[in-house]
Structure formats: structure tokens, C-alpha cells
């Protein structure tokens, strides 16, 4: 998304058991418009998965992981960087969603089950999608469509091996 | 939701290896204003997961399982029911979401991996959350934020145990 800089920071990830939402929250990152994800645990599992579709699929969505979280969100506000936290607790999404547009740099911690009672503080803005429980996939997927206007669904993959060619029925895609 | 009704039906669930997934989309379609979610498997513990969420954060939101999804969806169409199928090769969700929105009553097929071609041919519309591989779960939330456009954050979920009370930093629950 040309002036804006969204990365995910997912934290609270272990190996043995969430590997698949981490993986759908990587992917979703990535197709919704965020440039990359640091994963705050070793998981190269995790990091290949989401390489893989990337290579195959285009753009240049990075994945890194083993990143300690507590520098991640120390550097990224040295660089100017906004740091949202999504969490039910938060406030709800569509009374500041306009504000944090105001910002062009975000970073966007997406935790698992339990979260740092310190996550709070360091955030910027705690927001919550909606104040019901439902996923860390789903809260992320509302916060980049309303963070990137729903232009994201335009988005284009440059270097992609393949592409979907939308249909009313049936599957169609084209292999570059 | 008042004027619409919106249901999910959950095909290809697999108990050894998609019940979290399978939560978080029946979870989702709670928070965001659907009224239940049929479950194409047998599998209560699916079920016991949601209802226990229900129970405790309120609303009447139901789950079945063990649904057989042809004659689900062939009894919605009787009654007048509007069939969504939610798939990466369909038609871009902002191209169709006007068109979707005229329909009440929107029975919302969200597959696993592998969907029954049938599937394709018996929806009325086959929509596409982006182009891109990503999440069911994440798909599911935003046709259903656009659907709701919106609305479906100010959602009262009545007879709730626990209410989130919206904060700028920490948790603030109330018990009921």
C-alpha cells in the first residue's frame, strides 16, 4: 500500500499448537496489504510456510522469526512507528480507526491466548474489534480493511507464479 | 442483526486437525451478527466450545453439527434463502456486496481445504475476499462487516454472564 508501512508482530505463538492460526494470521497479513511479520519464537516451520506462498503467489511479503518482541517494539518507536495491540479489551475499532490512519507507520502486535500485562503500555492504541470474543485472525483481518480503506482488495502481487482470475463459478487461474 | 438472518455452514471439517479453525470461524460469526452456524460433522466438541462462549458473553447464537450440507442448503433455498459461497476463485467482494446486501436471508458456505465442486454450481453467489490464499476465518469476517457495513460493532449480545468494558490500556470486565 504506496505510503503506508503496516507490520505484524505476533507474539505468544508455541510451535505445538498454533502453528495453523499463526500461519493464517501470516497470510492474511500479507494478502490484506501489511508488508511482513516478525514471529517473537523460533518457528521456521511457520516462517517456510508463508515463504512458500509468497514465492508462489508474489509481492514481497517478509517473514522473520525468533524476533525478541520487547526490542521489536523499542526500535520500531525509535523509528517514528505506531504501535497498535489488538485485544478485546481495547477500544472499539471504528471509534479510532481514524485516528491511527493519521499515522503511515504500524506496527500491529497480534497476541495468542495470553498477552504481557506490559503489551498495554507500550501500545499506542489498544484496540478492540468489537468487545465479543472471535479470533486473532479475524480481529486482524477488520483492522487492515478498515485501516487501508478496502483498497487492499485491489492490490496487486508483482513476480507471482500464479493468479486467480475471479469467476462467477468455477475455479480459474493462470500460471505465469 | 434486525431485518436479516445470516447462518454459516461449515463444510469439510476435519476433527483431527480443524477444530480450532473451525471455533474461530463459528466464534467470528457470532461476534460479527450471525445467527448460528450449522456444522457439516459430527463433532461436540465444536459445539461445546461455541454454546459455552454463548452462554457466557450472550446473545442466542446456536451451532449444530452433524448437518448434511446438500439438504441444508436445498431447504434454505426453499425458503426463500440466499446461498454465499466464500472461495478465493470467485468474484471480488466489493464487486458483489451491493448486490448480496438485497438479499435477507444469506445461508454463508465456508469450506475447509477441499470443497465438493457441487458447491460451486448450487450458490448463488461464489465471492472472493481478495485474490489471495489467507484464512477462512478472515474471509468469513469481512464479508460479514461488509454485509453489516459496519453495524455489526454496536452489537448488544443480551442475557451475557460478562460484558468487556472498552478501554484505552488494561481489562475491564463487568459480571453480570
Known amino acids: ?4 508501512e503496516v507490520v505484524i508482530l505476533r507474539i505468544g505463538h508455541r510451535p505445538e499448537r498454533d502453528q495453523r492460526v499463526t500461519t493464517h494470521v501470516g497470510l492474511t497479513a500479507r494478502a490484506l496489504g501489511a508488508q511482513g511479520m516478525f ?6 516451520g511457520v516462517v517456510q510456510s508463508i515463504r512458500d506462498v509468497a514465492d508462489r503467489w508474489g509481492g514481497d511479503f ?3 522469526d ?7 517494539i523499542r ?20 471509534d479510532v480507526i481514524d485516528d491511527v490512519k493519521a499515522h503511515g ?24 474489534v468489537t468487545a465479543q470474543p472471535h479470533s486473532e485472525i479475524s480481529s486482524l ?3 487492515l480493511d478498515h485501516f487501508f480503506s478496502g483498497q487492499e ?7 507471482a507464479h500464479i493468479r486467480i482470475i475471479h469467476s462467477r463459478a468455477g475455479k480459474r487461474t493462470e500460471e505465469m
Not at 500485562?117 to 499506542?124: H, M, P, Q, R, S
Request: with cysteine; net charge positive.
Open 1 to 4: 500500500m504506496p505510503g503506508n
Open 39 to 44: 514471529l517473537a519464537t523460533p518457528d521456521k
Open 62 to 64: 517478509f517473514c522473520l
Open 66 to 72: 525468533n524476533v525478541k518482541w520487547r526490542s521489536c
Open 75 to 94: 526500535d520500531w518507536k525509535a523509528q517514528g512507528g505506531t504501535v497498535v495491540h489488538l485485544t478485546m479489551y481495547g477500544l472499539n475499532l471504528p
Open 105 to 128: 507507520k504500524i506496527l500491529v502486535i497480534v497476541g495468542a491466548e495470553k498477552v504481557p500485562g506490559e503489551i498495554y503500555g507500550l501500545a499506542d492504541y489498544n484496540i478492540a
Open 141 to 143: 483481518a477488520l483492522f
Open 153 to 159: 482488495f485491489r492490490n496487486e502481487f508483482p513476480g
